[in-house]
């Protein structure tokens, strides 16, 4: 069991809503990544958050935000959302930015957003 | 073309046999490499790192063929606790600190 605790684990919205997910970082990890894993499809990168700053962003639209807070919690907002949406968002935490792929990085359990 | 690409599956093999996943990868930056398991409707957790002088832990053997831009991962003597959906990953490093996954592939041991 990681230290990696994302929330909501389930939510349902409607098309045109605003959601907010929420992670917890491991102790002792500055660094969150999330992504979006839609169904029969492997995540897609997202963002990556860094000591409360952005270091890095994949292809996804400005309606897509996020936060990390002192505490190196994160938050990821989803503004106009859509039936395109609808998939499992997974945060990852690691020691550093460098260290995502390796043994120390590890992801929560997931949000599954619903958009109807 | 997707950066990194893996075989469609599913792979449905009885207990005892040896499975071998193949996956390719276009972006020649990507400086490491790995193979990620997702259970159902779980998160993907670390299976194992993939090396050029190719690596083995257990019955996983993982290779990566810099050259061909090819890696491979070989499970024998599956059990029915290997079923899952395994993920190929690559990584870049410095300047894009994200994993890019492949689809994935669903591996189903039938006893």
């Known amino acids: 069991e990681t230290g990696v605790t994302q929330s909501p684990t389930h939510l349902i919205k409607t098309r045109g809503q605003q959601v907010t997910l929420r992670c917890s970082s491991q102790?002792?990890?500055?660094?969150v990544s999330w992504y979006q894993q839609a169904l029969g499809q492997g995540p897609q990168f997202i963002f990556q958050?860094?000591?409360?700053?952005?270091?890095g962003r994949g292809n996804f639209p400005p309606r897509f935000s996020g936060l990390q807070f002192p505490n190196y919690s994160s938050e990821l907002n989803v503004n106009a959302l859509e039936l395109d949406d609808s998939a499992l968002y997974l945060c990852?935490?690691?020691?550093?930015?460098?260290?995502?792929?390796?043994?120390?990085?590890?992801f929560g359990q997931g949000t599954r957003l619903t958009v109807v | 073309r997707k950066e990194v690409e893996q075989d469609p599956g599913p792979f449905n093999v009885p207990e005892g046999a040896t499975v071998a996943f193949n996956c390719t990868y276009s972006?020649?930056?990507?400086?490491?490499f790995f193979w990620y398991r997702q259970d159902c409707r779980k998160e993907p957790k670390l299976l194992m790192s993939?090396?050029?002088s190719g690596n083995e832990d257990g019955r996983f053997t993982a290779q990566l063929n810099r050259a061909s831009q090819y890696i491979s991962l070989l499970i024998r003597d599956s059990k029915l606790s290997d079923s899952a959906t395994y993920l190929c990953?690559?990584?870049?490093?410095?300047?894009?600190?994200?994993?890019?996954f492949g689809k994935g592939t669903k591996l189903s041991v039938i006893p």
């Open positions: 972006n020649s930056a990507s400086q490491s």
């Open positions: 990953v690559g990584y870049s490093g410095a300047g894009s600190y994200q994993l890019t």
């Open positions: 958050y860094y000591r409360e700053e952005e270091n």
């Open positions: 102790s002792g990890h500055n660094t």
């Open positions: 990852a935490s690691s020691p550093t930015p460098s260290r995502i792929g390796n043994t120390e990085a590890f």
């Open positions: 993939v090396y050029s």
